[in-house]
């Protein structure tokens, strides 16, 4: 089943703006992830952040997280072109089976 | 990173034919795996927790009958459509890593067609 849910469903900006990309879960989770994801291709894993975690960066990314709100966030800045993509959270239970569940994804446009 | 390949990328079958799918982790020992499905312009959906050795773990409302999952070693994991009809059209991605909690690397995914 769902649980993440992202918004905006869609989101399109020119290059060198900024791009936020919010998620929001329902469970309490051990950790929560952000992919990527080319149309019509795998995904590829940018970061993780655990549940004890409240900011973290890689390179270009900044994620929040707010375990009261149950929401993470995720900032890229100074988009390129090549950024455009769709992008997913993905949750990470509790427990231990590993299972990830996957927001709804935020499909990012950057014009050149 | 940890590298996934799935095979094939592409397959069109006729339907009521069977399709098998191939996950392997190419660096590293997966003693779980899972499998996903994405339609278009939708997210992923997990479908199944693959288990080395023992019997795979379904999502509610996943036919385990018609999606049969073979773990039979810890750098392969098969997913077979059987009997596939044009519904079972989709994408499918198998993901692994060196453990269920720790980060999960994902395959290139499979592209199903059922005509």
């Known amino acids: 089943s769902q649980q993440g849910e992202e918004d905006p469903q869609a989101l399109s900006i020119q290059e060198g703006e900024n791009a936020t990309m919010n998620c929001s879960y329902k469970t309490s989770i051990n950790n929560l992830q952000w992919y990527r994801q080319n149309s019509g291709r795998g995904l590829v894993h940018l970061i993780l952040?655990?549940?004890?975690?409240r900011e973290k960066h890689s390179g270009r990314l900044r994620v929040t997280l707010d375990t009261s709100k149950k929401s993470s966030s995720l900032l890229i800045t100074a988009s390129r072109a090549a950024d455009t993509a769709s992008y997913f959270c993905a949750t990470r239970g509790s427990g231990n089976t590993g299972k990830l569940i996957f927001g709804q994804g935020t499909t990012l446009q950057v014009k050149p | 990173g940890a590298v996934v390949s799935q095979h094939p990328s592409r397959v069109i079958c006729k339907s009521g034919t069977s399709v098998k799918i191939e996950c392997r982790s190419l660096?590293?020992?997966?003693?779980?795996m899972f499998w996903y499905r994405q339609f278009p312009k939708q997210s992923l959906m997990l479908m199944a927790t693959?288990?080395?050795?023992?019997?795979?773990?379904?999502e509610q409302g996943v036919e385990k009958d018609k999606f049969l999952i073979n773990h039979a070693s810890l750098t392969l994991s098969t997913l077979t459509v059987t009997s596939a009809h044009p519904e079972d059209s989709s994408f499918y991605i198998c993901?692994?890593?060196?453990?269920?909690?720790?980060?999960?690397?994902f395959g290139p995914g499979t592209r199903l067609l059922v005509l």
């Open positions: 660096d590293f020992q997966a003693t779980t």
């Open positions: 993901s692994g890593g060196l453990a269920p909690q720790e980060t999960q690397y």
């Open positions: 693959s288990n080395e050795g023992s019997k795979a773990t379904y």
């Open positions: 952040i655990r549940s004890n975690e």
